[in-house]
Nanobody, 115 residues
Framework: QVQLVESGGGLVQAGGSLRLSCAASGFSFSSNAMAWYRQAPGKQREEVAFITNNARTRYLDSVKGRFTISRDNAKNTVYLQMNSLIPEDTGVYFC?????????WGQGTQVTVSS
């Protein structure tokens, strides 16, 4: 079955960096688009970054220039490099795999940015 396992979250000071990883299994990773979402307390879940199967990307405006999504098809892993973090980046970050007929989610990893 499809599994998405995130890692790399944690507590960081403003201005710091974190790298999130999402290990995928149970489907043809290399042919599938992937995305990272986040959900802050009391707010709706929002798409942060998206990458197509051929590595085209798009970003939430507020993270452009600070975050980078990438993928390693040999490792079935998608990454989110987050630099120049600000307190507004705090939230639970989820890996997302849109599949025909269904969207799959990981369990989430907490990112907390202190001021």
């Amino acid at each position: 079955q499809v599994q998405l396992v995130e890692s790399g979250g944690g507590l960081v000071q403003a201005g710091g960096s974190l790298r999130l990883s999402c290990a995928a299994s149970g489907f043809s990773f290399s042919s599938n688009a992937m995305a990272w979402y986040r959900q802050a307390p009391g707010k709706q879940r929002e798409e942060v970054a998206f990458i197509t199967n051929n590595a085209r990307t798009r970003y939430l405006d507020s993270v452009k220039g600070r975050f980078t999504i990438s993928r390693d098809n040999a490792k079935n892993t998608v990454y989110l490099q987050m630099n120049s973090l600000i307190p507004e980046d705090t939230g639970v970050y989820f890996c997302n795999a849109p599949r025909p007929g269904r969207v799959y989610w990981g369990q989430g990893t907490q990112v907390t940015v202190s001021s």
